[in-house]
Structure formats: C-alpha cells, structure tokens
C-alpha cells in the first residue's frame, strides 16, 4: 500500500517557518545523505524570503501552490495547531506523507479526518513526540523503570 523510496532523497518540505521549523531544517541538515529540502512555505513573505534564500529552495506562500508545483515525498508541518487537519487532508489528496508537529488536532474528530484521509490515500502520518528526550521526561522514565 505506501511506496518505498529507494536509490534516492527523500524529497521533504517545510511548511511554517516559525520556531520549530529550526528543529527540522536542523534534522534535515544532520540526515543530508537521506533527506533533500524540496521546498519551504509560509503566510509571512519575509519569513519566506529568509528561508529561500538561506537554502537555496523555492518559497510558496499557500501549501496548495507548493504540492502541485513540487514532487514532494514528505512534508513537515510546523504551522499552528488549528491549521494541521486540513493542511493534511490536502497533503494526502496530493499524495505525499506528513510529520506533523504536537498537537496534530485540537478537537478528536479533526484527528480521526487526518487518520482518515492518510489511510484512504496510502500515504503516512506521523506526530513528532520529541518531548520523550526531555531530562524531567527521561528521570520519570528511570524512576518508573525501577
């Protein structure tokens, strides 16, 4: 059902270029012999500029403009929390895979739609937990463990 990547990078984009984005442009950079930056989206034209400039990719303002302009395997969405069920349901209906930061919905029924359309057109989604790294986390865990 989902189609492997082999022989190539997997092409990803980042759509928000806010705070979080550093961590995945960051995640990119470290796993460069796997990963490709295709492209990068965000509202705010400066912030875009900034970012196409900085890696050398084409910047789209709307999501929708970048997934039919680009062969894309993978984008990373580091938007808002409310705005990461439809960017999604969209992604899928493009067919390509989505990391989508914490939350991935605010309301159970937004997340059930993204689980939905995921399924529906054989693409992945995943939600970032990096939190598990966290030292308060990890000393939980320790405690727990023993």
């Known amino acids: 059902m989902f189609k492997t990547i082999k022989g ?3 092409r990803i984009a980042i759509v928000g270029c806010g ?3 550093k961590n995945h442009f960051g995640s990119i950079e470290a796993h460069a012999d796997d ?3 295709a492209a990068v989206c965000d509202i705010d034209p400066v912030r875009l ?3 196409e400039q900085k890696y050398g990719v084409k910047g789209y303002a709307r999501l929708e403009d970048m997934l039919s302009n680009e062969q894309l395997d993978l984008i990373a969405l580091c938007t808002p929390s409310g705005l990461h069920p439809d960017q999604t349901v969209l992604a899928a209906r493009y067919g390509v895979n989505v990391v989508t930061e914490k939350p991935m919905a605010t309301r159970w029924q937004d997340g059930v739609r993204m689980v939905k359309a995921c399924d529906d057109a ?5 939600v970032v937990k990096q939190n598990r790294s966290n030292t308060t986390l990890q000393m939980l865990k ?3 463990d023993e």
Do not use: P, T, Y
């Open 8 to 10: 190539r990078k997997i």
């Open 19 to 21: 705070r979080i984005s």
């Open 35 to 37: 990963l490709e930056l």
């Open 49 to 51: 500029a900034e970012h």
């Open 122 to 126: 054989g693409v992945r989604l995943f």
């Open 142 to 144: 320790r405690a727990f």
